[in-house]
Structure formats: structure tokens, C-alpha cells
């Protein structure tokens, strides 16, 4: 049974930083990724990395947030600095099961950054 628990959310001020953590397990991951959402507003992609390390951002995070990974340990971790205001929302930890189209999503931790 595959599972993804995320953690690391919380209230920071304008200009902050927060790190949040991803732990998947029950299968063998390929892309893995960090999304988020705002009141009123649909699901957005901030970041995802590959299994060989490879990254894509959001233009809004370039430059702010890192993504990194651990494949051993089935881990991905989100660095989030120099917060805004308009990073608040609910972010969601997504993984692709190697080798299929089958993806996942954790339960999601609330990040809320006060200006």
C-alpha cells in the first residue's frame, strides 16, 4: 500500500523560510513533486525532481524554494526561503510509481506566511 506523509508546515512571516518533508513507501517512485493550493484557487505544480535528480519550478519559486531528494530513503523535501504572502496554501507531496502512470498524493501540510 503505497503512502506518502508530509510534514513541515506552519505560520512564518513575510520573508521566512520552511522546510517540508515527504516520506513515500510501498512501491518504488520515479518523478516526485510538491504542489500546492490557495483558497479559491485550483491545484499548482511548485516543484518536482526525477529519480536521476533532474528539477523543474514553478517561475513563481525559481530562485526561492528547493527541491531535493533522497531515493534510498524514499524522501523529498521542499526548501522554501524568502516567503510571500502568495505562497500560502495547502501543499500536497505527489509521487510516480516507476515505470506506470499511477501517482499519488499525501494528505497535505498548511503553509500560511503572514506579510
Known amino acids: 500500500q503505497v503512502q506518502l506523509v508530509e510534514s513541515g508546515g506552519g505560520l512564518v512571516q513575510a520573508g521566512g523560510s520552511l522546510r517540508l518533508s515527504c516520506t513515500a513507501s510501498?512501491?518504488?517512485?520515479?518523478?516526485m513533486g510538491w504542489y500546492r493550493q490557495a483558497p479559491g484557487k485550483q491545484r499548482e505544480l511548485v516543484a518536482t525532481i526525477t529519480s536521476g535528480g533532474s528539477t523543474n519550478y514553478a517561475d513563481s519559486v525559481k530562485g526561492r524554494f528547493t527541491i531535493s531528494r533522497d531515493s534510498a530513503k524514499n524522501t523529498v523535501s521542499l526548501q522554501m526561503n524568502s516567503l510571500k504572502p502568495d505562497d500560502t496554501g495547502v501543499y500536497y507531496c505527489?509521487?510516480?510509481?516507476?515505470?506506470?502512470?499511477?501517482?499519488?498524493w499525501g494528505q497535505g501540510t498548511q503553509v500560511t506566511v503572514s506579510s
Open positions: 510501498g512501491s518504488i517512485f520515479g518523478i
Open positions: 505527489n509521487a510516480l510509481v516507476r515505470f506506470t502512470a499511477r501517482d499519488y
